[in-house]
């Protein structure tokens, strides 16, 4: 057998050392190169035997150097392989890790907080009522009385029979159709300034289908003190808006009718969905009716007791489904009721 | 209202370019919204507070004001409100004797009955006549209805037409109907009758009823050559209460209930004298007969620049108020402190300087007004506590891994029933749009548990959700929260798979309690309708606030949940949840010597329960005793190696003084005592410490 000269074998071992990737690949190259019996470079040790003695003594060294290369690259690579195995008792991190169950909002609460937060930030508070109400809350004392023809636009449900109020107030015949309701309960018990939200259920006598629902949740808005006036209801709207959809949004102010409120207005936001340009969602106006609005009606005033001279205010009711449909882009209302847990998990936590 | 553009654009004096879109563009931007258009029809929205606008006339006054129609002889040409704006007056009234039919009001609700006759030649109307009330959605029947028709949608006045010949006297009086009279209305329809209903009666019998519809009898036909036409005020209340009881909404109660021109009546009979010989269908054979008991003066409203200015925000010119308000015709006088305004009858929603202050914005343009914000001169008050505290639960609920659920506050009697305590006090609703909707819920559970169910029919099998809200009983309503879980407790590739149960349940309800600073106990009850018996505990303050358990299965199933699912769920009465929770408490001070923990293991009956035996361990007293902080079972079994009836518990028990480090003697000392009270009051064997 004739042995390689050491400079052919030093580069053969570096090539195949490069190659080599496991523990098994290191053993074979150390076999291949060191074995006592057939290793490459044993054979070439004894191939010095015949050679001439000036060659003897350059070849031995030379042979010896690359001996001891070969060891020490091999000891070098073993160790970082060792080094780099897992431990017997190493976890498989590929598995899944025990996840806490964690639940959300519901995404007509977590709109609701929304719209609460950014008029707690404007100062306003936050009250709540009963959602079975007296003809005087609901109706009368919204400029509303027996047989107004407005009460059309709300369509009813009344109770059986009456239910007691806590606060042994009237007793209650009807589920609230808003919560204006609201309003004259706090103007009953507290005097101006007033800048308040009253969110909740309310109730109509509606079919239960893609668009409408037969109980839907509403935030209505109020404030009253001395020279408020409808320039502050746009600002106060247009802050909301901006804040709401995040960013600057157009807004505009629409003429419209409600019994207590005098002017009426509805406001309509930009449509995002065509940026004002006109599409299916906005019914090609390029805008997307958001709330109803208005100042008090002095008949409101009167009948909580509040001087409608020295006042004046303004009230807004926002729609919370409205306002959900547009944010999760969901086109049937019934969403929001059915709990499909494959829905609910898709919101924000 | 559909209305023609063309018939607006002529009575507004718009050019004739104007296009029906730039038309239904200008009214909707003064609050009229336009629900489609179709060719040269225009279908606008009115709200309930504009009957004026339920006419021609008064969208054209809309529109002339919109399109700020300006000069002489602008504004709406048909006779319209009895108050002189810049309308054109009508024809004089036939010089005439009085009619040969005998007028009278015997009813507060009637307030003006006016009343001509005419000799008529009953047939076809003319083309446009027909067309115009086609486009308004209004069917032609002969010229002489289809002249009543005309005047009503032009002018909002509803009239009718009677065949004299068939009129009793002839004699027509507005009275209320007496109970069990009956009519049969032009629809064909016998309508029974009751002293709440406005009629008009003839001598002998009811011939119409007031303001809905008349009566088949002395309805207008071929043969009839002698008519009296009928234009008359009837109270809005009294026609919308009838229209329903009869079922019958027609053009004329629509406009009578949201109030018609009291001042209207004499023109509008004029008017359709006037078309009956234009379309040479007729002549008058009579004056107008008008009683008219106390004739309404027209309310005269002071408007002031400087509540125009603080109600709008916005300075509007003078010159502009007074060209709105008098195109929209109002009768506008200068006054000391700005104007008098006259309001014409037919505006029955102008009562106050408000109502012309939302006139004149809605002209100027309410989008016009420059944004500005209230200012804050007093500090915001606290929002109500049931607020914030429905905001803190709902957040602990969800850290806890539930998801919330909004369900419906009603439903059908079937699902509520087996959750109420007492099903006679059910709150149901008087006008149910259907039976799923009939009672409030008398729990938040059956809600839930519907909702539980759908989504396990789609193959969702851990479903753990939650809701908060108002839950209704014939005592009032009371706020609630409540949850229901199925499927695995885990459901980790390393866990086996185990069902939840009711100490899922529970435990929801002891972290909710604990966290709000509440000591719960949980005790047997038989009191908990829809659940299992024996798998269900009553929670308890100082008093009962909710119940956890397994929901009883032959309930779900009928709900339509596949057998074989456990269910548990809880409810919590929120009353005792008193403040909102998020007040900083006061703390007690760390302790400053270590606590000394023994483990205690026991056998006892399985009847025995563990509130028992806590309490047996509690109850001794004196030295090391009275350092005992906690108790804790972190163990129970029964199986092999205990015997039958018999289980095995394990507590730990935590020794801490407050003053002092105690030593291993005091305690062993203590649990002395306790292994004999326990061996002593419950017969149990302790298996060692
Ligand atoms: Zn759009």
């Known amino acids: 057998m004739s042995a390689l000269s050491v400079d052919a074998l030093r580069s053969r071992f570096q090539a195949a050392l490069e190659a080599a990737r496991t523990p098994a690949d290191l053993k074979t190259l150390r076999d291949e190169f060191l074995s006592r019996k057939h290793g490459l470079v044993t054979a070439l040790v004894k191939s010095i035997a015949s050679a001439t003695p000036d060659e003897k003594r350059t070849l031995g060294a030379a042979s010896n150097a690359l001996k001891q290369e070969i060891e020490a690259a091999l000891d070098t690579r073993e160790a970082e392989a060792a080094a780099s195995a897992p431990p017997k008792d190493a976890l498989d991190v590929t598995l899944p890790g025990r996840r806490p169950f964690l639940g959300r909002r519901h995404p007509l609460t977590q709109v609701r907080e929304r719209v609460e937060d950014i008029f707690l930030a404007m100062g306003y508070q936050v009250i709540e009522g009963p959602e079975l109400e007296d003809d005087w809350h609901n109706f009368e004392a919204l400029n509303m009385p027996a047989e107004h023809p407005a009460r059309d636009m709300q369509d009813t449900l009344y109770l059986a029979s009456p239910v007691p109020v806590p606060d042994g107030g009237r007793a209650a015949t009807l589920l609230r159709t808003h919560t204006s309701g609201m309003q004259i309960r706090y103007m009953e018990t507290h005097e101006p300034p007033v800048r308040v939200i009253a969110p909740g259920r309310v109730y109509r006598r509606d079919q239960f289908d893609a668009t409408h629902t037969p109980m839907f949740t509403q935030i209505e808005g109020l404030v009253v003190d001395e020279g408020i006036s409808l320039g502050d209801l746009r600002g106060t709207l247009n802050g909301f808006a901006e804040q709401f959809f995040g960013g600057r949004v157009a807004t505009r102010f629409r003429p419209s009718f409600f019994p207590y409120t005098e002017p009426s207005a509805e406001l309509d936001v930009e449509c995002q969905g065509c940026a004002g340009k006109g599409c299916n969602l906005c019914k090609h106006t390029g805008w997307i009716e958001i709330l109803g609005c208005g100042m008090v009606h002095p008949a409101v005033f009167e009948a909580v007791g509040y001087d409608s001279d020295k006042y004046t205010g303004f009230a807004f009711g926002v729609g919370i489904e409205r306002l959900a449909l547009r944010l999760y882009g969901v086109d049937d209302i019934r969403m929001f009721y059915e709990n499909d847990l494959r829905f609910l998990e898709q919101v924000a936590l | ?689």
């Open chain 2, 1 to 689: 209202m559909k209305a023609p553009a063309s018939w607006i654009r002529e009575l507004a004096g718009l050019p004739t370019g104007t296009s029906a879109e730039d038309i239904a563009h200008r009214i909707a931007g003064v609050g009229f919204e336009v629900a489609s258009i179709e060719g040269d029809t225009i279908d606008f929205e009115i709200t309930a507070n504009r009957p004026d606008c339920l006419s021609v006339c008064g969208l054209a006054r809309e529109a002339a004001t919109a399109f700020e129609v300006r000069g002489p002889g602008s504004g709406v040409r048909v006779p319209g409100s009895s108050v002189q704006g810049p309308t054109q007056p009508h024809p004089p009234p036939p010089k005439l004797t009085h009619a040969d039919v005998s007028v009278s009001i015997d009813s507060a609700l009637c307030a003006r009955f006016s009343l001509a006759t005419a000799d008529v030649t009953v047939g076809p109307s003319p083309a446009w006549l027909a067309e115009r009330l086609t486009a308004c959605g209004v069917r032609p029947i002969n010229n002489i209805v289809d002249v009543t028709n005309y005047v009503m949608l032009e002018m909002g006045q509803p009239m009718h037409a009677y065949d004299i010949a068939k009129v009793a006297g002839p004699a027509l009086v507005a009275r209320q109907a007496v109970a069990g009279e009956t009519l049969t209305t032009l629809d064909g329809q016998q309508r029974t009758l009751d002293a709440s209903m406005l009629v008009i009666a003839d001598r002998d019998q009811v011939v119409g009823i007031a303001g809905v519809m008349g009566g088949a009898g002395s309805e207008v036909s071929s043969s009839t050559t002698h008519i009296a036409l009928e234009a008359a005020w009837f109270q809005g209340v009294t026609v919308r209460a009838t229209s329903k009881k009869v079922g019958l909404r027609t053009e004329a109660s629509t406009r009578f209930e949201r109030g018609a021109d009291i001042g209207a009546t004499t023109t509008a009979i004029a008017r359709a004298l006037e078309l009956l010989e234009e379309i040479k269908a007729g002549r008058a054979t009579s004056a107008i007969t008008d009683v008219y008991p106390a004739p309404k003066v027209a309310a005269v409203i002071a408007l002031r620049p400087s509540r125009l200015a603080r109600l709008l925000g916005d300075c509007v010119p003078a010159a502009d108020v007074e060209r709105i308000l008098g195109n929209l015709g109002f009768a506008v006088a200068q006054a000391a402190d700005g104007w008098t305004v006259t309001v014409p009858t037919a505006r029955v929603d102008v009562a106050r300087e408000a109502d012309l202050i939302e006139e004149v914005g809605r002209h100027w343009g309410v989008n016009r007004v420059r944004a500005t914000f209230p200012a804050l001169r007093s500090a915001p008050r606290v929002s109500d506590a049931g607020v914030l505290r429905a905001r803190r639960l709902r957040r602990v609920l969800c850290g806890a891994g539930l998801q919330e659920a909004v369900t419906f506050t009603f439903m059908e009697a079937a699902a509520a029933a087996p959750f109420s305590d007492d099903p006679a006090a059910l709150v149901s609703i008087a006008n149910p749009l259907s039976e799923k909707f009939a009672v409030l819920r008398p729990s938040l559970i059956p809600g839930l548990l519907d909702s539980l169910i759908y989504n396990r029919r789609r193959g969702i099998t851990d479903v753990r959700l939650f809701e908060a809200g108002a839950a209704f009983n014939t005592t009032g309503e009371s706020q609630r929260v409540a949850w229901v879980l199925c499927g695995q407790r885990d459901t980790h590739w390393s866990t086996r798979a185990e069902s939840v149960d009711l100490f899922d349940a529970l435990g929801i309800a002891e972290v909710l309690t604990n966290g709000w600073g509440l000591t719960l106990t949980s005790v047997t009850t038989d009191q908990a309708p829809g659940f299992v018996r024996g798998r269900v505990a009553a929670l308890l303050t100082d008093r009962r606030i909710g119940t956890v358990g397994q929901i009883d299965p032959a309930i779900a199933e009928a709900r339509g949940l596949p057998a074989g699912v456990i269910v548990v769920a809880g409810e919590l009465d929120l009353s005792a949840f008193t403040g909102d929770g998020g007040s900083p408490q006061r703390v007690a001070s760390l302790p400053r010597f270590p606590a000394v923990v023994r483990d205690l293991s026991l056998v006892v009956d399985a009847s025995l329960s563990a509130a028992t035996v806590r309490a047996t361990i509690r109850q001794p007293s004196g030295g090391a005793l009275s350092a005992l902080r906690e108790v804790r079972e972190f163990d129970r079994y029964q199986g092999k190696g205990i015997p039958d009836g018999k289980v095995s518990l394990a507590y730990r028990l935590t020794f801490r003084d407050a003053a002092r480090t105690l030593t291993d003697r005091e305690v062993d000392d203590a649990m002395t005592v306790i292994i004999a009270a326990l061996q002593q009051e419950c017969g149990a064997t302790v298996r060692g410490l």
